[in-house]
């Protein structure tokens, strides 16, 4: 079975600074990828990115970026140039590349931004 | 762009009593899911579908059921229901080709 953990289950960060949320992932399989979603106030989760796992250039959207280190089943998020809209739950998340069905998550980790 | 619709939007039911929970996936995606989120945890998979033929099954309680029509809304059947039912209910859909889930804004559901 497939599990996902977020150690941190709080963090804050200066707006304008660098943030980074751990995550850590267990699983026997070889192909997978991997996600980050973020759940703002309004509760809607949201694609921030993805990785998939044959590929070994970290993925990078904007001021998000992951170190994705396949050997030792880590995945981080990096947000650079933190925004206070960027306040949110961050839940890391697993999927099989070929059982699209069942989307692992971590508990999450809050992150508030302060001005 | 359109995005996964879910219907209602909140939702006040008693025990015992029965909801049902509605999805309307992007146009063209073929594979809908079901999560249930519990106040401060992470969402937990309950059941998909893919072209309208149940595909996986996760922790969901018997007193569920689910199903996708032939216009590919799926709807989330709860009976008997249970205040520890109270939750955030999403559906995402997705390509089977494609692993990128998207989801709904959640169907908030309080049982009382």
């Known amino acids: 079975a497939q599990t996902v953990t977020q150690s941190q289950p709080e963090m804050s960060v200066q707006e304008a600074e660098t943030v980074t949320l751990s995550c850590t992932y267990d699983t026997s399989e070889n192909n997978y990828y991997l996600f980050w979603y973020k759940q703002p106030p309004s509760r809607q989760m949201i694609l921030v990115i993805r990785?998939?796992?044959?590929?070994?250039q970290n993925a990078t959207e904007n001021r998000f970026s992951v170190n994705f280190q396949k050997a030792a089943k880590s995945f981080s998020l990096k947000i650079s140039d933190s925004q206070l809209g960027d306040t949110a739950m961050y839940f890391c998340a697993f999927l099989l590349a070929y059982n699209n069905n069942d989307m692992r998550f971590g508990a999450g980790t809050r992150l508030t931004v302060k001005p | 762009a359109a995005g996964v619709i879910q219907s209602p939007r909140h939702l006040i039911k008693e025990k015992r009593e029965t909801a049902t929970l509605k999805c309307y996936p992007i146009p063209r995606h073929d594979t809908v899911y079901w999560y249930q989120q519990g106040p401060g945890q992470d969402p937990q998979f309950l059941i998909s579908?893919?072209?309208?033929?149940?595909?996986d099954k996760g922790s969901i309680p018997d007193r569920f059921s689910a199903q996708q029509f032939s216009d590919y809304h799926s709807e989330l059947n709860m009976s008997s229901l249970e205040l520890g039912d109270s939750a955030l209910y999403f559906c995402?859909?997705?390509?089977?080709?494609?692993?990128?889930?998207?989801f709904g804004q959640g169907t908030r559901l309080t049982v009382v």
């Open positions: 990785q998939e796992a044959y590929k070994q």
């Open positions: 995402a859909s997705s390509l089977l080709s494609n692993p990128e889930a998207f």
């Open positions: 579908f893919y072209e309208k033929m149940q595909s």
